[in-house]
């Protein structure tokens, strides 16, 4: 499996919008297959952003970064960003819950 997160920051003014992106753009990732996990989270400032992703395999990470709907998302997001994406792989150590 493969884990990644995504961190970004956006202009305040630009929240509502890009929140509105994200939940667009989640909903159409749950679809992807091999897309195990794919969860967006806000940070107490308010502005800043962490996606998590799992993924089944390297191939299903790549349908996923080639979608359509990653390309509106992106094009969407990247205007509105203070600081723009940065991309970490992750390795799991332990886990535990559903």
Do not use: W
């Amino acid at each position: 499996m493969n884990y990644r997160i995504m961190r970004f920051g956006v202009r305040p003014a630009e929240v509502p919008a890009v929140e509105k992106a994200i939940i667009a753009f989640v909903a159409q990732a749950a679809d992807e297959p091999g897309t195990l996990r794919y969860e967006s989270f806000r940070e107490p400032d308010g502005v800043s952003y962490v996606h998590l992703m799992i993924f089944a395999d390297d191939e299903a990470e790549a349908r996923h970064a080639s979608t359509a709907h990653m390309e509106t998302f992106l094009a969407d997001l990247l205007p509105r960003c203070e600081v723009e994406p940065a991309f970490t792989n992750l390795r799991k150590v332990a886990g535990a819950g559903r």
